[in-house]
């Protein structure tokens, strides 16, 4: 069973950090990219970073780039979006995501910020940044 364990948020002034973890478990953590997104109330779920499970290439929203940078450690099968200078809108709920069988997402692709293209989700966790 796949299991993606989210954990790191907390409430946090702006310009702070945080740092959030996701911790898999139930598949070939090696194989599969790996994707965070975040659900702010009453909006859609969006892409905010993701990883490719080979190469580590990254990918980022516009609205994040150069604050956040996702990691993922092979050892520890753990997955980590170190979030820098917060801002009162990266509040929401940061989920972690992967795609595995009958899915096989070794990459993010052209669409990796689409949520409806990953079937395997995390419980959440939730950021919360105050003015």
């Known amino acids: 069973e796949v299991q993606l364990q989210a954990s790191g948020g907390g409430l946090v002034q702006a310009g702070g950090s945080l740092r959030l973890s996701c911790a898999a478990s139930?598949?070939?953590?090696?194989?599969?990219?790996l994707g965070w997104f975040r659900q702010a109330p009453g909006k859609e779920r969006e892409g905010v970073s993701c990883?490719?499970?080979?190469?580590?290439?990254?990918y980022y929203a516009d609205s994040v780039k150069g604050r956040f940078t996702i990691s993922r450690d092979f050892a520890a099968h753990t997955v980590y979006l170190q979030m820098n200078s917060l801002k009162p809108e990266d509040t929401a709920v940061y989920y972690c995501?992967?795609?595995?069988?009958?899915?096989?997402?070794?990459?993010?692709?052209?669409?990796?910020?689409?949520?409806?293209?990953?079937?395997?989700w995390g419980q959440g966790t939730q950021v919360t940044v105050s003015s």
């Open positions: 990883i490719n499970s080979r190469d580590s290439s990254t």
């Open positions: 995501a992967t795609d595995t069988p009958p899915a096989i997402r070794e990459s993010c692709g052209s669409n990796w910020y689409e949520a409806n293209g990953f079937d395997d």
């Open positions: 139930g598949f070939t953590f090696d194989d599969y990219a």
